[in-house]
C-alpha cells in the first residue's frame, strides 16, 4: 500500500480498533499542568470519609495508602491535605462525606467517544466485522453538529462513572468537525488528551489544531495517532516525526488481533525510532515473548482494553506477564466496543480474564493491582502521575466519591473489594475535576441529560436516515 492509499486512516480501511493520548517532556506527560480553568476552584472539604483510598502508600496503609476517617481538602484545583479533623478554609464548601468512600477519579487511557453513535451495533461481528459494517459506514456521515452531541453523550458518560481524566483516539477529520469535536470535550470539563491521525497530505492538520484548539485549553493535550503497520511505515514515520516535533506522544493500535503480526507493528514501532516511554500501544493482545520483553525494556506503555476485547472475540491480553515484566500499563474503555462507561465492570474483567485462563485467584491483577492500574497506574502510563493518579497533596484535585450505601453494594464487609466487585456507576455520588464539581449528590452538574440524551437520539435519527 502506497502512501497516497496510507492518507486513509487505516482505521477506515478496516486495520484495526482502539484510542489513545499524551505529550511530553523525558516522561511523556500529556497533560502540562492543568491550572485553574478559569476563576479558582473554590475550596472544598469532603469531611469525615469512612475510607479514603489515596494510592499513596506513604499517605496511607498498605499499597492503596488507607486511611479511616478523615478529610481531604481540595484548594485552588489542588489536593492539599488528607488527614482528620482538617480545618475549614474561610468560605469553603464541605461536604459531609461520613459513609463513604474517597479515591482519585479513574483515568480512561484509550476510547473513541464519537462511537457512542452506534452503540449495541455489529454485535455479533469480530474486528474486522465491526470496522467494516459499523464503524467505516458511520465516521465518514456524521455531521460536525452531530459529532458534538455524539462525542458530548460520550463523554458525560464516563464522567458520570468516575471518569477524570481520558484518551480519545480519534481518526482523520476535517478542521470544522474537529472544532466541535474538542468543543465537546471541553464544555464537558473533563481532564483529556486528544490523539489525532491525518494522512500525509492533511497532517499539518495535527500541528494546528494542537495549537488553536488544545493548547488555548488548560485540562487538555495532544497527541499524534497512527496505526503501526508495514504497508503504513512512511506514515508511521511521518507520525512519529511530527509527534518529536510537538514533544507529545505517538499512540498506535497494536496486535488487537493475532493476525496483524502479518502488519510486523513492533518492529516497524522498533525501525522508526518510535520505541519508548512517549511511545503508548493501545491492546497487545497478541505480544510474542520477544515483542513483551522489548516492550518492557524501552518501557512502552500498554492501554488494556478486556471488556473490548472479549466483545469482538480479540483475545485476552498476556496481563500478568506484562506485570513481571514491570510495563506501565492502564485501562481504556475503547469507545463503541464498550458499549457504555463503566470502569467497575473493567476491572471486574480485568481481573476475572485472567483468573479464568490461569485457574488461580491469586495471577495478576489482584484486586489492589486494579485498582492502581485503573487510577495511578493510568497517570503513569501517561506520564502524568506527578499531577494526578493519587489524593497526594500539591497533585490535581481530580477526586470521585463513592456511596456505598446501596442496594448492590451493602452491608460492608471489605470495602475495597466491594469496590471493585460490587461497585457500578450509580455508586459514584461526586466527581471532581481540578477541585470542581462535576458530579454532585449522584447527579452532573449544570448538565440536562435528558436533553443530551434527545439531542444524541435526533443526531442517531439523522445519522441512519438514508441520503
Known amino acids: ?12 480501511l478496516g486495520i484495526d480498533a482502539g484510542a489513545g493520548r499524551g505529550a511530553g517532556r523525558a516522561e511523556p506527560r500529556p497533560g502540562r499542568p492543568a491550572g485553574p480553568a478559569g476563576p479558582a476552584a473554590r475550596a472544598t472539604v469532603l469531611r469525615n470519609a469512612s475510607l479514603v483510598l489515596t494510592m499513596d502508600p506513604a499517605a496511607g496503609q498498605g499499597p492503596l495508602g ?21 480545618p475549614a478554609p474561610p468560605g469553603a464548601h464541605v461536604i459531609d462525606a461520613a459513609g463513604k468512600l474517597v479515591m482519585p477519579g479513574f483515568v480512561d487511557v484509550h476510547t473513541h467517544l464519537w462511537q457512542s453513535s452506534m452503540r449495541g451495533g455489529c454485535a455479533d461481528r469480530d474486528l474486522f466485522g465491526w470496522l467494516a459494517d459499523c464503524n467505516r459506514t458511520t465516521f465518514s456521515r456524521i455531521t460536525p453538529a452531530d459529532m458534538y452531541r455524539f462525542v458530548r453523550l460520550g463523554a458525560l458518560d464516563s464522567v458520570q462513572s468516575g471518569v477524570t481524566t481520558l484518551v480519545d483516539w480519534v481518526d482523520a477529520l476535517p478542521y470544522d468537525t474537529t ?27 495535527i500541528a494546528r489544531v494542537k495549537r488553536e484548539l488544545i493548547d488555548p485549553v488548560p485540562l487538555a493535550s495532544a ?37 496483524q503480526h502479518a502488519d510486523d507493528p513492533v518492529r516497524v514501532l522498533t525501525d522508526i525510532g518510535a520505541m519508548g516511554p512517549r511511545l503508548l500501544m493501545n491492546h497487545a493482545v497478541h505480544l510474542t515473548d520477544d515483542e513483551a520483553a522489548a516492550v518492557a525494556a524501552h518501557d512502552v506503555r500498554v492501554a488494556h482494553c478486556p471488556l473490548s476485547n472479549m466483545r469482538l472475540a480479540s483475545g ?36 476475572g480474564l485472567q483468573r479464568a485462563r490461569a485457574q488461580d485467584p491469586s495471577v495478576f491483577p489482584r484486586v489492589h493491582d ?18 494526578i493518579g493519587s489524593l497526594t497533596p500539591g497533585k490535581r484535585a ?11 453494594f451493602a452491608p460492608r464487609f471489605d470495602w475495597v473489594n466491594q469496590v471493585v466487585f460490587n461497585g457500578r456507576p450509580e455508586n459514584v455520588h461526586a466527581v471532581f475535576v481540578d477541585g470542581r464539581p462535576l458530579k454532585l449528590d449522584g447527579r452532573l452538574v449544570d448538565v440536562e441529560p435528558g436533553r443530551v440524551v434527545r439531542e444524541a437520539e435526533a443526531a442517531a435519527a439523522r445519522l441512519r436516515t438514508p441520503s
Not at 179 to 184: K, W
Open 1 to 12: 500500500m502506497g502512501l497516497t492509499v496510507a492518507a486513509t486512516s487505516p482505521f477506515l
Open 66 to 86: 488507607c486511611v479511616e476517617n478523615a478529610d481531604v481538602l481540595m484548594t485552588g484545583g489542588v489536593i492539599t491535605a488528607v488527614g482528620r479533623r482538617l
Open 179 to 205: 472544532v466541535q469535536y474538542v468543543r465537546a470535550l471541553t464544555d464537558t470539563r473533563v481532564r483529556f488528551a486528544y490523539a489525532m491521525f491525518q494522512g500525509e497530505r492533511e497532517a499539518p492538520l
Open 223 to 259: 497527541m499524534v495517532a497512527t496505526h503501526a503497520a508495514r504497508a503504513l511505515s512512511g506514515l508511521n514515520r511521518l507520525h512519529w516525526e511530527i509527534s518529536q516535533d510537538l514533544g507529545v506522544m505517538l499512540n498506535s493500535h497494536v496486535l488487537e488481533r493475532d493476525e
Open 316 to 351: 485476552i491480553m498476556r496481563l500478568p506477564e506484562l506485570g513481571r515484566r514491570g510495563v506501565k500499563v492502564g485501562l481504556g474503555q475503547d469507545g463503541g466496543t464498550n458499549d457504555t462507561s463503566d470502569v467497575f465492570a473493567l476491572m471486574k474483567a480485568a481481573i
Open 370 to 387: 486494579v485498582l492502581r492500574i485503573a487510577t495511578l497506574g493510568g497517570a503513569e502510563v501517561l506520564g502524568m502521575a506527578d499531577e
Open 398 to 408: 481530580d477526586v470521585i466519591v463513592i456511596d456505598p450505601a446501596a442496594l448492590n
